[in-house]
């Protein structure tokens, strides 16, 4: 008894000295499987030690939307997917030991847009809605005033630093967040020079497309993969999946591209994508879709064929490792945003799904060492996991509760209107139902892919969330990353990490 008692804790002072704990009752919580997992979560805490090395190499994972429901809901759809009950998984970046908080506002937002947000952890400083790598001292729109008010971005000070350079997104390279790394707009639509006036032009504007391929410090951005083919096009010119260009200046930013980097790389469909062989390529680019890159759920349907995100994580990381002095890659997984807006959560999920794998990737391929690697997501979605499942429902189904006696029901739990409910629902967006009582919902079309949950408040495209997102990490300094703290102190972090010198 007394051996229990000591053995326990240090301290001496054991289960057994609570009253009413029979030696057997000790014996079985001490044995109990969540017992053990807490002891050995703990050991592993107990282990780990910080490392305080400079990081050579540097990969921001964002999910674009990818908000702590979201990824609780991908979570378990992943586990049910393999076989679990679900709830117990862990996605690749929830074995990091370092995580934090982080406060996604923009300067003029209490609910931020992925523009400002992007700024805040490129540029490490937080701006309005819409800008990008601009500080918000102009109004959104004013390109000249920007011109005045650039702010550096981490891939900048990375190139400058001697080090690799990559981008890599599911949507556009031009869209708000893959441009906050190389780019620097006072309107996140400026993605081609279809938007900007000739006399914002003729004083030095340019278009997002432009910025990438004229980057003008290094060597230029070494790797970039994405969609967006049609901001580097000519408006007359069709692309080899049929869609025409956007450009009114004529310019054939691709083929300016290739005259610049001859020995680089230009591919657009799978097969091109596949041929890259990564020891003999230091410049890549690769432009998968007119517009935004499918849904991972939707990628075996595209025509020219399109890379996962893990594998276009795995081909840059190959690339960039050439570099001996290291490398600076962000990795987006920007559609779980997109499938969100639309109130349709399994996309969501599957493409997060689709992030955790390449994260995973991302971890095989180097060395927690050297390489700083932090997961972390814009800002959130209004989706919700709601109701009291039991244990092990389908994260998309129908919610079905327990008994009184805590058994599991066989049959969904009914609402006030005699209706049954998913588990997830959004707080706005395309699924409500603004005229007349909601419909009842059937468990095999709430499973299906293209299901819209139901949502409170009528809105045709469902909105970003205000509250705060993780932000999970390993390596150098990942201990850095803790508590609640602002979103562009990642920024700060790492460029501490990376020694890239911002702060001289
Ligand atoms: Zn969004």
Redesign the pocket.
Known sequence: MNKVKTSLLATGIGLALLNGCSDDSITAQKENEWFKQGQAELQNALKRKNNTDTAKNVILFIG??NGVASVTATRIYQGQAEGYQGEEYQLSFEHFPHMALSKTYNTNAQTP??AGTATAMLSGIKTKMGLIGVNDSIERGDCQGALQNQAATLLELAELSGRATGVVTTTRITHATPAATYAHSAERNYEDDSKLSGADQEAGCKDIARQLIEFPYGDGVDVAMGGGRRHFLPKNVSDPEGKFGKRRDQRHLIEEWQEKYPAGRYVWSQRGFDRVDPEKTDKLLGLFNSSHMEYELDRADDVGGEPSLAEMTGKAIDILDNDDDGFFLMVEAGRI??A??AGNAKRAIVDGVAMADAVQVAMNKTDAEDTLIIVTAD?S?TIVLQGYAQRGNAILGLSSGVDSKGRPLKTPTLALDGKPFTTIVYANGPGAHSHGPRPHPVDKEAQSDNYQQQALIPLESET?AGEDVAIYSRGPWAHLLNGVVEQNYIFHVINHAAELGAEK
């Open positions: 674009d939307g847009d992925s945003d997109h969100h807006h800002h979605h970003h």
